[in-house]
């Protein structure tokens, strides 16, 4: 990549173990010690796991009752959503005296575009550098960053040197980075398609660069060509920082697997509530209620209907999901009930202009 090609500038921030590190801060008995967010029972799971539990297998989607075991002093505490949020919104503050320019992917990560930015610095790794001082000084939490060129690679190199880390791919250095790269690393390949690409012969980067766009396609589909440009270091998606709300969901999972629609009302009710509450604090409403069925052998069903007019009514989104959970006979009994809201009526905000800057590489990037 020679220095006349027009570049960006591109800062992935991610917080270290989020939810675990505002619990520790918060409360200080519980710095240095295994902790997971979640429920620790039968039916629980984590949410996020601090580093000193993680040391022992435990993360974040895994059964609470499988990390017990894992580790014997793993503390359990009750996620605080509120909280994380507060917490979020003064890091993003942060990030928002460097570029208007910033895309949340969730509460504790966004991707920021600095190629111009407010500060005037040409070195996205000193803004990335001052952005995490910042955050550890005001906030009191460590954050790790990646820097490079495209999105994707930024994601991946934040995670690179966590925690409280940062990794910077040059221009220069892109093709070299990937074709080392495990495939495991790769974001966007999953558990699943890494055992089958390890299959094929496909462990590095540089592997999967010796296949052809035609083997691609065939063994992987539509996500062929994603794998085909990404290890060349060709990822265009700009920072959006006016996302779509695409999608509004709530859902439950049961102490006690449900065997029956009657024990369902009670709790239907309950979630349409919540997610009447969210539509309205989002001031969103929907027209494609979905019913969400989790099975007690983990299966998982989906029922959905459009209605000819937009809703966020409580009482309108439950009836629409008592129809859905009567529409057919259930396949067993049910641990677990959701209801999504999509097809709302936000519309797209007008983009911000965002200028090509053709960067003579002079300066550290």
Do not use: W
């Amino acid at each position: 990549m020679s220095g006349d090609l027009t570049i960006r500038k591109i800062i992935h921030v991610d917080m270290d173990a989020f939810y675990a590190s505002v619990e520790q801060m918060d409360n200080p008995d519980l710095k240095g010690k295994p902790l997971a967010v979640g429920g620790g029972g039968k039916r629980g799971v984590v949410s996020a796991a601090s580093y000193e539990a993680r040391k022992f297998g435990v993360k974040s989607a895994m059964a609470g009752n499988l990390a017990s075991k894992l580790c014997t002093d793993l503390i359990f505490v009750r996620p605080r959503f509120d909280r994380y949020s507060e917490i979020s919104k003064k890091v993003r503050l942060i990030f928002y005296d460097y570029t208007d320019l910033v895309e949340p992917l969730s509460l504790d990560e966004a991707y920021l575009d600095v190629t111009e930015n407010k500060k005037g610095n040409p070195s996205a790794s000193l803004i990335a550098e001052e952005i995490r001082e910042r955050i550890f000084k005001e906030v009191g939490l460590t954050a790790s960053a990646g820097i490079s060129i495209n999105k994707f690679i930024a994601k991946v190199a934040s995670d690179y040197n966590k925690p409280n880390g940062q990794k910077t791919v040059n221009p220069e250095e892109v093709i070299e980075f990937l074709e080392q790269l495990d495939i495991r690393k790769f974001y966007g390949v999953g558990r699943v398609t890494a055992e089958k690409m390890y299959q094929k012969g496909i462990f590095t980067g540089l592997d999967l660069k010796g296949k052809s766009l035609e083997y691609l396609d065939k063994n992987f589909g539509k996500s062929g060509r994603y794998y085909y440009h990404i290890v060349r270091g060709i990822h265009n998606s700009e920072v959006k920082p006016n996302r779509i709300r695409k999608s509004l969901a709530a859902e439950r999972t049961f102490s006690e697997n449900l065997s029956s629609e009657i024990f369902m009302l009670e709790k239907l009710e309950h979630i349409a509530d919540e997610v009447s509450r969210r539509l309205d604090k989002s001031k969103v409403a929907g027209k494609t209620v979905t019913l969400k069925i989790k099975y007690s052998d983990f299966t998982l069903q989906t029922r959905s209907k459009t209605l000819q007019y937009f809703i966020s009514d409580k009482s309108v989104i439950l009836e629409t999901a008592k129809d859905l959970l009567y529409q057919e006979k259930l396949n067993n009994s049910v641990r677990l009930l959701g209801i999504s809201m999509s097809n709302l009526n936000t519309e797209a905000k007008k983009k911000p202009e965002q200028k090509s800057v053709s960067v003579q590489l002079k300066f550290k990037f």
